[in-house]
């Protein structure tokens, strides 16, 4: 059976406009997780400012002190999910998943085992709420030992991993990423960043955009076509991080 070319041409049309108003959205970010996510001592706030291209846009809602169970006990769990339904007809939205520091520590009510269940539920929830999670293995601390960073997030990073990889979702591996970079600028270069004098956890104004480049980067590197025509670049930034220099 023959069909006219003509009459094949609205459906041969319609695909292409649907993808390509599909990839015209700008994007929402929902930002959650603890203090090195958090306005006042971690990348959040930075990455919302110097990474995301204009058009797109985002809220930071990672709390000071949080596990992946305090966060939801206080009702923060709850913004971003609502922030997914306010903001998914018009955006592609995606929530950046980032903890483990608080949930390591021994009066968190918070095992390994159930850190990585609360990530795995966290995520189910975005997914079922239309957006897409990016779990993101936690901000590496810039204390030393021996002349190398102490790496005390190995246990959180793995699991948060294993997270990712079991329900095939974003991720990218900002405590390798963030670890290899003070290790190559070392100690006293590192405390640079540091909030507050001696605190190798949180970072300074300048020190969240140093590390948020880090995650837009590693984000644009895994996962290009969603996030190149969406971020802003900083080659400078980005190839001083590459050097292993101080930035």
Same mark, same amino acid.
């Given at each position: ?27 929402? *970010? ?9 306005? +006042?001592?971690? *990348? ?16 930071? *809602? ?14 923060? *769990? ?21 903890? +483990? ?147």
């Amino acid at each position: 059976m023959r069909f006219p070319i003509l009459a094949l041409l609205p459906v041969a049309l319609a695909v292409p406009t649907a993808l390509v108003e599909r990839a015209e959205k700008p994007v929402y *970010w929902l930002l959650a997780g603890d203090s090195t996510t958090a306005a +006042g001592g971690g *990348w959040g706030d930075a990455f919302l400012s110097t990474t995301v291209a204009p058009g797109s846009s985002g809220r930071n *809602w990672a709390k000071g002190g949080a596990t992946t169970k305090s966060f939801r006990d206080g009702g923060y *769990w709850a913004s971003v999910l609502k922030g997914i339904a306010q903001f998914k007809a018009d955006n592609r939205v995606y929530v950046t998943i980032q903890f +483990g520091h608080n949930d390591q520590k021994e009066n968190s009510g918070v095992s390994i085992t159930q850190y990585a269940t609360n990530l795995g539920v966290m995520a189910d929830e975005v997914v079922k709420a239309g957006a897409i999670p990016i779990l993101v293995t936690p901000l590496t601390r810039r204390t030393f030992s021996g002349g190398k960073v102490t790496e005390n997030l190995s246990n959180e990073t793995k699991k948060t991993q294993e997270v990712a990889k079991g329900r095939s979702l974003h991720t990218i591996d900002l405590n390798k990423a963030s670890t290899a970079y003070v290790n190559a600028i070392g100690s006293a270069a590192a405390d640079k960043y540091n909030l507050a004098s001696g605190d190798r956890t949180h970072v300074n104004e300048h020190g969240g955009v140093v590390f948020a480049r880090i995650v837009s980067d590693l984000l644009v590197a895994a996962y290009p076509t969603e996030f190149k025509d969406v971020t802003v670049a900083n080659a400078t930034l980005s190839a001083a991080i590459k050097a292993g220099k101080p930035a």
